[in-house]
Nanobody
């Protein structure tokens, strides 16, 4: 069994910063990509950022250099530093990881339970 647990969400004023963390644990042989997605109220889940095992990053639309994704392979963790937050960034943020368990020949996608980020004055 693989578990992803996010932390670091909360309420922040416009222009503020937040840092999210996600740690994967359990039956893990290897982790490929690790990503952050978000779902705004009433909207679909959208990609925020992805980081490969060797540190290459990709960002979704509307991020515009405000967010930075990183990971620590020794801790099976991925992070999202969010700066210059805007009310439009309000969403539930989900951690995603492409993981091969010891008990499986294939990589599978796993999701965290989500953490709420609210940007409001």
């Amino acid at each position: 069994q693989v578990t992803l647990v996010e932390s670091g969400g909360g309420l922040v004023q416009p222009g503020g910063s937040l840092s999210l963390s996600c740690v994967a644990s359990g039956d893990i042989l290897a982790i490929n990509t690790m990503s952050w997605y978000r779902r705004a109220p009433g909207g679909p889940r959208r990609l925020v950022a992805t980081v490969t095992h060797d540190g290459r990053t990709t960002y979704g639309e509307s991020i515009e250099g405000r967010f930075t994704v990183s990971r620590d392979n020794t801790k099976n963790s991925v992070y999202l530093q969010m700066n210059s937050l805007e009310p439009e960034d309000t969403a539930v943020y989900y951690c995603n990881a492409n993981i091969r368990p010891y008990s499986d020949r294939f990589y599978n996608n796993y999701w965290g339970q989500g953490t709420q980020v609210t940007v409001s004055s």
